[in-house]
């Protein structure tokens, strides 16, 4: 393939990768890898699927293709620091804490391996250390990396029942039934609890066992229904306090709407704006 092809190719997936259509990203970098003379490969374009499936939350198949991409360039920070972040995504925590550090080792600017990092040691229970490096993460490319919303547990308390308040009152009043157990992020065994694993991000979860089996069930032997909010997580994914309220708002909805028995296209019906 001509290298004004090469680019052209590449052009294409990175506008399909900016229009957030990854399965046309993903088929645009399977017809520029067949381009290829069968001896050779470019580390770009495995970067590239990962990236979008990443996106498409299919991160055990991204690390096999950002895998690959750090096999053909192990030099190259950014294709190290995507890595880590499918390997942590895949729940393969020690994992990714070594890419991540060798990413960062190779490159101390970069903000993708300080991302990356954070993400590791925030798991690890190293709080500050993650702090600072999601910090200069978000000095460097605040627009990929936005400063996390940092609030005392009680502020955090109060923007949850100002969120409550928001709800629908059909969903609010099963808050009594329902309460909500506020965490820093999921544990392990939140996680590898299904499979695939969950994903470590993750805003919220219901837990124990929805309205319908408890009243079919009898309410014997039921798991005790609750919700788990993960306050890190959420706070790193709002863009100001407004924000962090509605998605919290959002998420209590959502973990509500699992315990009513609602499925997603039930859920989307309903406008909380």
């Known amino acids: 393939m001509a290298a004004q092809d090469d680019d052209a190719a590449l052009e294409r997936i990175y506008d399909s990768l900016d229009a957030g259509e990854y ?33 498409l939350d299919q991160p055990g198949d991204a690390a096999e293709q950002l895998a690959r991409a750090v096999e053909l360039d192990p030099d190259d920070a950014e294709f190290r620091a995507n890595l880590a972040i499918a390997l942590f995504r895949s729940c393969r925590f020690d994992d990714a804490a070594r890419e991540a550090a060798r990413a960062l080792k190779d490159d101390p600017s970069s903000p993708d391996a300080m991302h990356a990092k954070a993400l590791t040691l925030e798991r690890s229970g ?16 605040p627009e990929r990396f936005p400063a996390a919303v940092h609030l005392s547990r009680d502020a955090f308390d109060r923007e949850i029942r100002r969120a409550e308040e928001s709800l629908p009152e059909d969903f609010r009043k099963h808050l009594r039934e329902v309460p909500i157990l506020v965490e820093d992020v999921p544990s392990e065994d939140v996680l590898l609890g299904e499979s695939p694993p969950l994903d470590p991000e993750l805003l919220g979860l219901f837990v124990g066992t929805a309205l319908a089996d408890r009243q079919w ?27 962090l309220r509605k998605q919290i708002a959002v998420t209590l909805y959502h973990e509500l709407g699992h315990y009513l028995g609602l499925d997603e296209e039930q859920l989307a019906a309903i406008d909380l704006a």
Not at 28 to 50: N, S
Not at 220 to 242: H, K, S, W
């Open 23 to 55: 399965e046309k990203a993903l088929d645009d970098v399977a017809a520029a890898i067949d381009a290829l003379p069968d001896d050779q490969e470019d580390p770009v374009l495995r970067l590239l699927a990962g990236i979008a499936l990443l996106e």
């Open 126 to 141: 190293r709080l500050g250390e993650a702090d600072e490096l999601f910090s200069r993460a978000s000095e460097i490319d």
């Open 217 to 243: 069930s009898g309410g014997g032997a039921d798991a005790p229904p609750r919700i788990l909010l993960f306050r890190r997580n959420v706070e790193r994914y709002a863009a100001d306090v407004e924000d």
